[in-house]
């Protein structure tokens, strides 16, 4: 099973993994056919998601994120002092599928796939599925 490592820089980022995701089919599923990749992040406060990787809109996503969960006092910050991060993880998910045809990512002209990090800046592990 392909995976890769992408280390975050920041408490809160959003990076586009699209061509690391296309490698990784490509290494594992080239040629013709019809498959279903799925992109999984082994973690609890990180998240993968699909949307368009256009630099404003990625630093609106983190802005929300904040938003949406404050960073306030939360019980299990009594253990890791990183539930925020946990917290905004639920809204993203951890995989997403994406259909493969003819060796390639049926991606929309929009769509990119995004490593969601909430708890930088750390080493993320995605796998990849074909
Ligand atoms: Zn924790």
Do not use: F, R
């Given at each position: 099973m392909p995976q890769f490592t992408v280390s975050t820089d920041a408490r809160l980022t959003v990076d586009d993994i699209t061509d690391r995701v296309r490698d990784a089919v490509d290494d594992v599923a080239p040629g013709p056919g019809e498959r279903v990749c799925t992109v999984f992040v082994e973690h609890t406060t990180a998240g993968v998601v699909v949307n368009e990787a256009e630099s404003r809109l990625l630093g609106d996503v983190e802005a929300y994120l904040s938003q949406i969960v404050p960073n306030e006092r939360w019980?299990?910050?009594?253990?890791?002092?990183n539930a925020d991060a946990h917290l905004r993880t639920l809204f993203l998910g951890n995989s997403v599928q994406v259909p493969v045809v003819g060796g390639d990512l049926t991606l929309g002209s929009w769509q990119s796939v995004l490593l969601v990090e909430c708890d930088g800046p750390r080493q993320r592990t995605v796998r990849v599925v074909v």
């Open positions: 019980d299990h910050d009594a253990i890791d002092d």
